[in-house]
């Protein structure tokens, strides 16, 4: 069923537990848009600005997705959305099964900046992609799902560490193995554990993997206020409401988004906002560099990914006035050092959209004395040469493995990117 007819929160909720990676993310994303007439195009295809009028798909490493409207002619402006597909969250080492106690254990590094302790006594699955050698020894590429737990990594209990709630450092390479079960023997290699652990695993010499682990819980909706605590909102909420927004966008007008991995480790690699993903297609499309800086100057990003809601129990941490409410609609996230990218003239433009299309807007900037995050935002708006905005729906928790937000506030996130879509051109 295409996106759109669904209702909201439930649809959310599903594109989030179907794409514990972003691989998944994409491959789900993918889909939808082909579904709905979007064409497939491949980086190493021949197309450009003749391309026909109409949507488009290019992925690049199979974890960053761009979604376009080609009007075809020559367009003069554009209307990018950006966003992220990567969480922060643990990955298994290359060579990671050990022996300990008799049990098999599964060691872990940590990708991006994770809230350690929420992961202790979570049923964790595992996903992503792995390469097998193919029948004529070529690579072969397949995503794969535990689509249940393979193990867990236990609290210490308190009768053994009293002084636990009153602050422990916590050593992910020590004290955050996966227990995965009990062995009578050596640890099998890693190509035949997951053959075992995986349904579907893919048959072949395993040659590379990318995995994570992944919170097997599914998301869920807290009534009366439709709240969805799930992992990953940061940032598949802005993905998903992004990409639900471009089924319905403008065909007849240059309208782009662009979902990156690697932000959450800083964006600079081939598929990240650093590399040049959105610059080669901008290229192809528009090859004369003259009505191409002509296009960009009068063009806008929306840099789309989550704000940090005031906490109830923590509200000094935000700057008074400055502490968005779950529910309270869509942030504009304001940062003086452009590690939030903006200025008046684009706040402008979001607020008269805004009001045409009836959504809220709430105001987040850190508190002066505190260090303030960074998004794709200001990499993008520097790498492309393009006025960009930093907007996002607020949450808890970020960075968890078990985050909040409004579905309400997501919704209405979805219906502000579409009037931006609809209003460009
Ligand atoms: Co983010």
């Given at each position: 069923m295409i996106w759109g007819v669904k209702p909201f929160a439930s649809d959310l909720s599903e594109f989030l537990d179907a794409s514990p990676t972003p691989f998944h993310a994409v491959a789900r994303m993918r889909a939808q848009l082909v579904e709905a007439g979007f064409r497939t195009l491949r980086e190493t295809d021949d197309w450009g600005?003749?391309?026909?009028a109409g949507g488009y798909v290019v992925e690049r490493n199979g974890s960053t997705l761009l979604a376009f409207t080609w009007p075809g002619g020559t367009p003069e402006t554009l209307a990018l959305v950006g966003a992220h597909t990567d969480s922060p969250n643990l990955r298994p080492m290359p060579n990671p099964l050990g022996v300990s106690e008799g049990y098999l254990t599964l060691a872990v590094q940590v990708y991006?900046?994770?809230?350690?302790?929420?992961?202790?006594d979570r049923e964790l699955g595992l996903a992503g992609r792995v390469i097998v050698r193919g029948a004529d020894a070529s690579p072969e590429v397949h995503l794969v799902d535990?689509?249940?737990?393979?193990?867990l990594i236990p609290s210490l209990a308190i009768h053994l560490d009293r002084k636990v709630n009153s602050g422990r450092a916590i050593n992910p390479t020590a004290e955050m193995h996966v227990v995965l079960g009990r062995t009578s023997g050596q640890a099998p290699s890693w190509g035949d554990w997951l053959r075992g652990a995986i349904d579907e695993f893919p048959g072949g010499e395993v040659l590379a993997c990318e995995l994570s682990l992944y919170d097997a819980t599914p998301a869920r909706i807290l009534a009366p206020d439709s709240w969805i605590v799930s992992a990953?909102?940061?940032n598949l909420l802005s993905c998903h409401a992004a990409c639900r927004a471009m089924l319905r966008a403008d065909a007849g007008a240059f309208n782009m988004l662009a979902c990156h991995d690697h932000e959450e480790i800083g964006s600079r690699s081939w598929p990240g906002a650093q590399g040049d993903t959105a610059v080669a297609a901008i290229e192809r499309l528009v090859p004369d560099p003259v009505r191409r800086a002509r296009l960009l100057a009068a063009s806008l990003m929306l840099s789309v990914d989550n704000a940090h809601g005031v906490h109830p129990n923590f509200a000094h941490k935000h700057a008074a006035q400055h502490r968005p409410l779950l529910g309270g609609g869509p942030v504009l996230k304001l940062d003086e050092a452009q590690r939030y990218a903006g200025d008046s003239l684009q706040i402008a433009r979001l607020r008269l959209l805004a009001e045409r299309a009836d959504i809220p807007l709430q105001v987040f900037s850190v508190r002066p004395d505190m260090a303030c995050g960074s998004t794709i935002g200001p990499i993008s708006a520097a790498n492309l040469g393009l006025p960009a905005l930093d907007i996002g729906v607020p949450q808890w928790?970020?960075?968890?493995?078990r985050e909040s937000a409004s579905a309400l506030d997501a919704e209405q996130l979805e219906q502000l990117l579409a009037a931006f879509w609809s209003a460009a051109g």
């Amino acid at each position: 069923m295409i996106w759109g007819v669904k209702p909201f929160a439930s649809d959310l909720s599903e594109f989030l537990d179907a794409s514990p990676t972003p691989f998944h993310a994409v491959a789900r994303m993918r889909a939808q848009l082909v579904e709905a007439g979007f064409r497939t195009l491949r980086e190493t295809d021949d197309w450009g600005g003749d391309l026909p009028a109409g949507g488009y798909v290019v992925e690049r490493n199979g974890s960053t997705l761009l979604a376009f409207t080609w009007p075809g002619g020559t367009p003069e402006t554009l209307a990018l959305v950006g966003a992220h597909t990567d969480s922060p969250n643990l990955r298994p080492m290359p060579n990671p099964l050990g022996v300990s106690e008799g049990y098999l254990t599964l060691a872990v590094q940590v990708y991006g900046g994770a809230l350690l302790a929420p992961w202790f006594d979570r049923e964790l699955g595992l996903a992503g992609r792995v390469i097998v050698r193919g029948a004529d020894a070529s690579p072969e590429v397949h995503l794969v799902d535990s689509h249940r737990p393979v193990g867990l990594i236990p609290s210490l209990a308190i009768h053994l560490d009293r002084k636990v709630n009153s602050g422990r450092a916590i050593n992910p390479t020590a004290e955050m193995h996966v227990v995965l079960g009990r062995t009578s023997g050596q640890a099998p290699s890693w190509g035949d554990w997951l053959r075992g652990a995986i349904d579907e695993f893919p048959g072949g010499e395993v040659l590379a993997c990318e995995l994570s682990l992944y919170d097997a819980t599914p998301a869920r909706i807290l009534a009366p206020d439709s709240w969805i605590v799930s992992a990953r909102l940061d940032n598949l909420l802005s993905c998903h409401a992004a990409c639900r927004a471009m089924l319905r966008a403008d065909a007849g007008a240059f309208n782009m988004l662009a979902c990156h991995d690697h932000e959450e480790i800083g964006s600079r690699s081939w598929p990240g906002a650093q590399g040049d993903t959105a610059v080669a297609a901008i290229e192809r499309l528009v090859p004369d560099p003259v009505r191409r800086a002509r296009l960009l100057a009068a063009s806008l990003m929306l840099s789309v990914d989550n704000a940090h809601g005031v906490h109830p129990n923590f509200a000094h941490k935000h700057a008074a006035q400055h502490r968005p409410l779950l529910g309270g609609g869509p942030v504009l996230k304001l940062d003086e050092a452009q590690r939030y990218a903006g200025d008046s003239l684009q706040i402008a433009r979001l607020r008269l959209l805004a009001e045409r299309a009836d959504i809220p807007l709430q105001v987040f900037s850190v508190r002066p004395d505190m260090a303030c995050g960074s998004t794709i935002g200001p990499i993008s708006a520097a790498n492309l040469g393009l006025p960009a905005l930093d907007i996002g729906v607020p949450q808890w928790a970020m960075h968890s493995v078990r985050e909040s937000a409004s579905a309400l506030d997501a919704e209405q996130l979805e219906q502000l990117l579409a009037a931006f879509w609809s209003a460009a051109g």
